[in-house]
Nanobody, 125 residues
Framework: QVLLVESGGGLVQAGGSLRLSCAVSGRTFSSYVMGWFRQTPGNEREFVAAISRGGSTRSYPDSVKGRFTISRDNAKNTVYLEMNSLKPEDTGVYYC??????????????????WGQGTQVTVSS
């Protein structure tokens, strides 16, 4: 069983920054494409970022490009999401996810096999 545990969420004012972390159990972290998603009540899970196994390829939707940065430390089994210039519309529960089968950074939640429990990010205006 693979466990993912997010941390680092909280309340921040618009324009501020937060750094989310996701610790992953097991010995095969470097074999996973890792992703971050967010969700608000009544809405589908939304793609935020993904990073390839070795960390060389990063993918973002236009809504966060230039403000968010995903990174990973394979020695620490951890993936990060640095969020800057936060906006109220960035509010939501943020989930990290692991994809053990894809060779590319998928933006589709269905591509991911393991999920964390989520961490709340609230951006006040």
């Amino acid at each position: 069983q693979v466990l993912l545990v997010e941390s680092g969420g909280g309340l921040v004012q618009a324009g501020g920054s937060l750094r989310l972390s996701c610790a992953v159990s097991g010995r095969t972290f470097s074999s996973y494409v890792m992703g971050w998603f967010r969700q608000t009540p009544g809405n589908e899970r939304e793609f935020v970022a993904a990073i390839s196994r070795g960390g060389s390829t990063r993918s973002y939707p236009d809504s966060v490009k230039g403000r968010f940065t995903i990174s990973r430390d394979n020695a620490k089994n951890t993936v990060y999401l640095e969020m800057n210039s936060l906006k109220p519309e960035d509010t939501g529960v943020y989930y990290c996810a692991a994809d053990q089968t894809s060779n590319t950074n998928s933006p589709r939640p269905r591509s991911y096999d393991y999920w964390g429990q989520g961490t709340q990010v609230t951006v006040s205006s």
